[in-house]
């Protein structure tokens, strides 16, 4: 199996309904072209209260994604406003 990019909200429709007719973690990543481990990773991941719903799972997701983005001082006032100050003395921050 090729790597592949983030499990999409049309696979995770597909898990949850796959796993609520009782269809092995092996079947549903042979489904999706997919390894065992990314499907059971998913599913532990994003589940809300030992229950694998899709929906929930990309929310849980996208949050985590969102969350995990590093911000950039530049677009802080405050930061910025240091920056600027510094650069104006000549001292570069030391």
Same mark, same amino acid.
């Given at each position: 199996?090729?790597?592949?990019?983030?499990?999409?909200?049309? !696979? $995770?429709? %597909?898990?949850? *309904?796959? =796993?609520a007719g009782g269809v092995? =973690?092996? !079947? +549903?990543? #042979?489904? =999706?072209? $997919?390894?065992?481990?990314?499907?059971? @990773? !998913? *599913?532990? #991941?994003?589940?809300?209260?030992? *229950? @694998?719903? /899709? *929906? %929930?799972?990309? @929310? =849980?997701? #996208?949050? #985590?994604?969102?969350?995990? $983005?590093?911000?950039?001082?530049?677009?802080? /006032?405050? +930061? @910025?406003?240091?920056?600027?100050?510094?650069?104006?003395?000549?001292?570069?921050?030391r």
């Open positions: 199996m090729k790597g592949k990019s983030h499990i999409t909200a049309v !696979e $995770r429709d %597909q898990i949850g *309904v796959w =796993l092995s =973690l092996s !079947e +549903i990543a #042979r489904k =999706l072209g $997919r390894s065992k481990s990314s499907i059971s @990773y !998913e *599913v532990s #991941r994003n589940s809300w209260n030992g *229950v @694998y719903q /899709p *929906v %929930q799972a990309n @929310y =849980l997701s #996208r949050e #985590r994604n969102i969350a995990s $983005r590093k911000t950039n001082a530049a677009t802080d /006032p405050g +930061i @910025y406003g240091y920056f600027i100050d510094k650069i104006r003395c000549g001292n570069g921050g």
